[in-house]
């Protein structure tokens, strides 16, 4: 949304004119606070579903219910599991539980695992490459063998394969854990298990995704993702870390809508593909990339205004720093073409952020331990030279000024305190300074320029 800030003009009738469109201002800088700290727009990122009498499929945002068991006959062979303790309360992206209806042998069980590379000299291998995973190293040693297993199975797309635990209360973390760790995997939306008893008691489970795509698509899909991601490393190498980081974090809102239309908005096709997307896609595309290109990027779920939100914690030269592409898109708040005309195409209020600042308007899931982000050293305004401990006018007019040289008509501010933000928007905004620096002529031979407030972050942007 814009807003028009008018030069105030000689004489009692226009001062008082002035006067009346300075008051106008206060309001709508409140408004565009506001619309700047909406969350995911009041709507649900994660796909819906509703439980079912045998079959239960789950969405991200229900809690997961157990499913009826039967009394099965199973062959005393059957692999036995192993224990992990069950964790509540994480948010999933859909599961369904089935009820056995055959007998397995145990040959039968272990022959399907080690079809896909799971005997015992695999699992080795695979909890070795799996090593230095962010949320794999979160988990205890029975679940890093839960999670290679489903790891495994998902990256095969096999089925009804036997897992090491019989306590399906661990499946929706270690799967979150898998998820969060591997944004190549497109394909899903969520898992299946199926669960053998006998006289009541769960004598093993079978694992399964739940693919939208056959093999053949996957693959399609993947090649063409393939490519795009080439063509964007590309152009993205040759950077020091956080210029690497700012680039993809502006190549990602420039390339991407948010919006809810695309088919594959939980995934990273809806960004590579479909440039169209919602706050889950942005995320894995940026942790996609920036793996990519050999920084450590993690998945972040939580909530914003209530709502399921996801973003993104990246390493810059050793410290950790919050970034949320998602709320950095203006298309994200903007529902109208008139609101996005001449504005900024990029906000930077969330390109590498303390915990203190995100945490303003995003509340973390504390399901999962994450680095402190403690640092400003790389937060895009203080490497830009944008950062104001309050209005030091020898210093904004020489961020005007090298804006102007270099062809700019936009220019983005952050305050280090409420305080200093307050100085500056009455300085700047009430008392009309910024028209000592910036501003234009319109056709009617008025002197404006449009702005956009932001105060919990302490971030003022102005257009002319």
Known sequence: MRFFIEKKEDGENRKRRGRIKQALIVLPVFLCCMLFLAGCGGITDFPEGSPETDSQELSEEEDREEGTEDEEAVSEEAVSAEDADGVEGIQIEGNQVEEGNKSLSGDELERKREEIGLSEAG???????????????????????????????????AEEI??????????????????NDHPEFFYLNGYTYTQYTRNEEVQYITFSGRYIYDAAEVARRQKVIDA???????????????????????????????????????????????????????????QYLLNDLGISCIIVNGTTNG???????????GAYY??????????????TESEKEGA???????????????????????EFALPACTSTK?????????????????????????????????????????????????????????????????????????????????????WE
Request: aromatic residues 14%; contains cysteine; proline residues 2%.
């Open 123 to 157: 699992m080795i291998g695979l909890l070795e490459a799996q090593s230095g995973n962010y949320y794999f190293e979160q988990l205890s040693g029975p679940e890093k063998n839960l999670y290679v297993e489903c790891y495994q199975i998902l990256a095969v797309q």
């Open 162 to 179: 036997l897992i090491s635990t019989t306590d399906a209360e661990v499946l929706p973390r270690v799967y979150q854990c898998v998820i």
């Open 228 to 286: 795009e991601v080439e063509k964007r490393v590309g152009a993205l190498t040759g950077y020091d870390e956080y210029e690497t980081v700012k680039l993809v974090y502006e190549d990602l809102i420039l390339s991407t809508d948010y919006s809810m239309d695309s088919a594959d908005n939980q995934n990273i096709c809806s960004v590579f593909l479909d440039k169209r997307s919602v706050c889950n896609g942005y995320a894995k595309a940026a």
């Open 307 to 317: 709502d399921s939100h996801a973003w993104n914690i990246v390493e810059v030269d």
């Open 322 to 335: 919050h970034m949320d592409t998602t709320w950095g898109d203006p298309s994200y708040y903007s529902s």
């Open 344 to 366: 900024p195409d990029i906000d930077y209020s969330y390109l590498c952020v303390t915990d203190a600042e995100i945490r303003k308007n995003h509340s973390v899931d504390p």
């Open 378 to 462: 790389d937060n895009y305004f203080v490497r830009e030279g944008l950062y104001l401990n309050g209005y030091e006018e020898g210093k904004i007019r020489e961020i005007f000024e090298a804006a102007k040289a270099q062809g700019k008509n936009t220019v983005a501010l952050k305050a280090s305190d409420g305080q200093a933000y307050r100085e500056i928007f009455r300085n700047l905004i009430e008392e009309q300074k910024i028209f000592d620096y910036f501003g234009t002529y319109t056709a009617d031979g008025e002197y404006k320029i449009a702005y956009s407030g932001n105060e919990e972050m302490g971030t003022i942007s102005f």
